[in-house]
């Protein structure tokens, strides 16, 4: 049985950097074609893809996010980090970790995090 | 980037209507297509991937079918527990879009 689940602040203040983790059990980081990744909601919006890494390490990012992003694996831990600096107002959002079952053309997030709610404020 | 459209935003049905939502790709995504729903205050589910392989567990009222550029979810009829905001995403490229979301409402 996989399950996501994400940790981190609710609440981080503007231009502070933001560091998520997404623990999981069911499936490990070190067999092929494994991956998890990050997707982002702001309230009332729609689903933004952030950013993946497979068990290879092969990192994708956002293109308009990804000077600001980093992700990383723990694959002894089972865990993924996810770090965005200079946080804004605007990057408040519920923030959902993914297991990513494949690299190839039935690639999908089959299995999802319950999602974390990450306010930007002063 | 890629960008998905879908249509409509939004769109109101009865239980047992036959319920069509489009999502058009910017370029050829071949079948690199899922469709997820979405209910209020719940994280995404996957439905369809590869365009029209549903997902184990997902009821056969379900169906997905395109290639390409041009793809299509598709709800035979209409359940209580549908009523729901479903989006597209191609993982067809870096960075994977999601489209805006259909939101089904009574």
């Known amino acids: 049985q996989i399950t996501l689940k994400e940790s981190g602040p609710t609440l981080v203040k503007p231009t502070q950097t933001l560091t998520l983790t997404c623990t999981f059990s069911?499936?490990?980081?070190?067999?092929?074609?494994?991956?998890v990744g990050w997707i982002r909601q702001p309230p009332g919006k729609a689903l933004e893809w952030l950013a993946l890494?497979?068990?290879?390490?092969?990192?994708r990012y956002s293109t308009s996010l990804k000077s600001r992003l980093t992700i990383t694996k723990d694959t002894s831990e089972n865990r993924v980090v996810l770090t965005m600096t200079n946080m804004d107002p605007e990057d408040t959002a519920t923030y959902y970790c993914?297991?990513?079952?494949?690299?190839?053309?039935?690639?999908?997030?089959?299995?999802w995090g319950q999602g974390t709610l990450v306010t930007v404020s002063s | 980037d890629v960008q998905m459209t879908q249509s409509p935003s939004s769109l109101s049905a009865s239980v047992g209507d036959r319920v069509t939502i489009t999502c058009r790709a910017s370029q050829n995504i071949a079948f690199y297509l899922n469709w997820y729903q979405q209910k209020p205050g719940d994280a995404p589910n996957l439905l369809i991937y590869?365009?029209?392989t549903l997902q184990s567990g997902v009821p056969s009222r379900f169906s997905g079918s395109g290639s390409g550029t041009d793809f299509t979810l598709t709800i035979s009829s209409l359940q209580p527990e549908d009523f729901a905001t479903y989006y597209c995403q191609e993982s067809y490229s870096t960075p994977e879009m999601f489209g805006q979301g259909t939101r089904v409402e009574i």
């Open positions: 993914a297991h990513r079952n494949s690299r190839k053309v039935a690639a999908r997030f089959d299995f």
């Open positions: 890494i497979y068990w290879d390490d092969d990192k």
């Open positions: 069911g499936f490990s980081l070190d067999t092929g074609g494994v991956g």
């Open positions: 590869a365009a029209s």
